[in-house]
């Protein structure tokens, strides 16, 4: 094991490692301070409708990993919780059943929710419009009793405006 860990660590030098010649490492900052400036320049140039479409898109993204990834640190945990005795396989699929049928009922019981707190206030709504229809307005101070004849009405604003 002990050996495995050395002959690991000689193969994976790093950048910042004293066994790298101090030519490369300078050759390796000046690339990645090139291609930082490329892409300044890059960003510079873009329209600024294509730039935020694709921070809405990256912010998407990143958190469908984000919920990506809690969801397989859940299921590990999970997995890790079941007893020995039962194969890995079977207790990974097992919780991956019992944790997606809980997300389900979790997010049916709150459609369900907010579903009727929705059609409880239309209905309520409808009936306050319903019981106040008689109480609107019937006109400005200037408008007509509705018992007059839609003809004399006519014939007196015809006056007014001769």
């Known amino acids: 094991m002990a ?5 690991h660590n000689i ?11 101090s030519n490369s490492l300078l050759k390796s900052r000046k690339q990645s301070l090139l291609s930082d400036t490329q892409t300044r320049d890059l960003k510079i140039r873009k329209p600024r409708s294509f730039t935020v479409v694709y ?24 997995t890790n919780m079941v007893p020995e005795t039962v194969p890995r396989p ?11 049928s809980v997300a389900l009922y979790v997010l049916k019981s709150f459609l369900s929710t907010a579903f009727f707190v ?8 409808f009936i306050y419009i319903a ?25 007196r604003i015809m006056e007014k405006y001769k």
């Open 55 to 78: 921070a809405a898109q990256s912010n998407f993204l990143k958190a469908v990993q984000t919920v990506w990834k809690v969801a397989k640190d859940g299921i590990e945990v999970g």
């Open 131 to 155: 019981l106040n229809k008689d109480d609107r307005p019937k006109g400005g101070a200037d408008s007509t009793p509705t018992e007059e004849d839609p003809v004399e009405e006519a014939r």
């Open 118 to 125: 929705l059609a409880t206030m239309g209905l309520a709504y």
């Open 90 to 100: 079977v207790a990974r699929i097992s919780i991956t059943v019992v944790a997606l």
């Open 3 to 7: 050996s495995a860990l050395i002959l």
């Open 11 to 21: 193969c994976c030098v790093s950048p910042y490692s004293p066994l790298l010649h």
